[in-house]
């Protein structure tokens, strides 16, 4: 019984080495990487409080790179910087799919690579931080995790969004439109997710996303079939 918790003790660390920051309290580290299919106590109250967070520490970062920028502009730059495609990018970056804990049929449907649910335990994660140590060590988990990317008021505003570009991926190659279904809808009526699946014939590949609506199911979906596109180096 003792060989997993080691394994596990030393993936943490490795991940607060990635992250820049060691836990006081780790089970804030452990709830953040839990997915409400894996249990009742899970990350999604952390992910409510790091969005807020990383939206404050993005607007500042940019109000002090960009002094010259109206607030429409910094407003879309924000916008690009926050969104899930960044997010998940980021997510991947660290390492966070093997540390994530779902539930068995999460796992087995890919959840470990959906990009929505890496986004969420990236932010759930900056919730931790800021619950851990406080603002100013949140602020600068923020800062470090994108310190790689090149902040200019020139920057690309706001990107495709992953069902357009997949679209014009597979048009570029000939190949035929994604196919879109809902495959499952979870919770009560007022608080609906949808599983919906994404499916590229020409690649003979089926994909699953997650979102609050169908469209945004969809392009969880879509954004997942890119991810796998880039994988295999497509």
Same mark, same amino acid.
């Given at each position: 019984?003792?060989?997993?918790?080691?394994?596990?003790?030393?993936?943490?660390?490795?991940?607060?080495?990635?992250?820049?920051?060691?836990?006081?309290?780790?089970?804030?580290?452990?709830?953040?990487?839990?997915?409400?299919?894996?249990?009742?106590?899970?990350?999604?109250?952390?992910?409510?409080?790091?969005?807020?967070?990383? @939206? /404050?520490?993005?607007? *500042?970062? !940019?109000? $002090?790179?960009?002094?010259? #920028?109206?607030?429409?502009? %910094?407003? +879309?730059?924000?916008? @690009? /910087?926050?969104?899930? *495609?960044? !997010?998940? $990018?980021?997510?991947?970056? #660290?390492?966070?799919?093997? %540390?994530? +804990?779902?539930?068995?049929?999460?796992?087995?449907?890919?959840?470990?690579? $959906?990009?929505?649910?890496?986004?969420?335990?990236?932010?759930?994660?900056?919730?931790?931080?800021?619950?851990?140590?406080?603002?100013?060590?949140?602020?600068?988990?923020?800062?470090?995790?994108?310190?790689?990317?090149?902040?200019?008021?020139?920057?690309?505003?706001?990107?495709?969004?992953?069902?357009?570009?997949?679209?014009?991926?597979?048009?570029?190659?000939?190949?035929?439109?994604?196919?879109?279904?809902?495959?499952?809808?979870?919770?009560?009526?007022?608080?609906?997710?949808?599983?919906?699946?994404?499916?590229?014939?020409?690649?003979?590949?089926?994909?699953?996303?997650?979102?609050?609506?169908?469209?945004?199911?969809?392009?969880?979906?879509?954004?997942?079939?890119?991810?796998?596109?880039?994988?295999?180096?497509?």
């Amino acid at each position: 019984m003792g060989a997993p918790n080691l394994l596990q003790s030393a993936a943490h660390d490795a991940l607060q080495q990635r992250l820049g920051h060691r836990f006081t309290d780790l089970a804030l580290l452990q709830l953040a990487l839990t997915h409400r299919s894996f249990s009742a106590n899970h990350n999604e109250r952390l992910e409510f409080l790091g969005d807020s967070v990383l @939206n /404050l520490a993005v607007s *500042d970062m !940019l109000y $002090r790179k960009l002094d010259e #920028l109206p607030e429409g502009d %910094l407003s +879309r730059v924000r916008a @690009n /910087l926050v969104r899930q *495609d960044t !997010l998940h $990018r980021i997510a991947l970056r #660290l390492e966070l799919s093997p %540390l994530l +804990r779902l539930g068995e049929g999460e796992m087995r449907s890919g959840g470990s690579r $959906r990009p929505s649910i890496l986004a969420d335990a990236l932010e759930a994660l900056i919730g931790a931080v800021y619950l851990d140590a406080g603002a100013e060590a949140a602020h600068a988990l923020v800062l470090r995790l994108y310190a790689d990317i090149d902040i200019t008021p020139t920057m690309q505003a706001v990107g495709k969004d992953p069902k357009t570009a997949l679209q014009e991926w597979l048009q570029a190659r000939k190949m035929h439109l994604p196919i879109y279904r809902v495959v499952g809808t979870l919770g009560a009526a007022h608080r609906q997710t949808f599983d919906v699946e994404c499916e590229v014939p020409d690649l003979n590949r089926c994909e699953r996303g997650i979102g609050n609506s169908r469209r945004a199911g969809e392009q969880a979906a879509a954004a997942a079939m890119l991810q796998v596109i880039a994988e295999l180096g497509l």
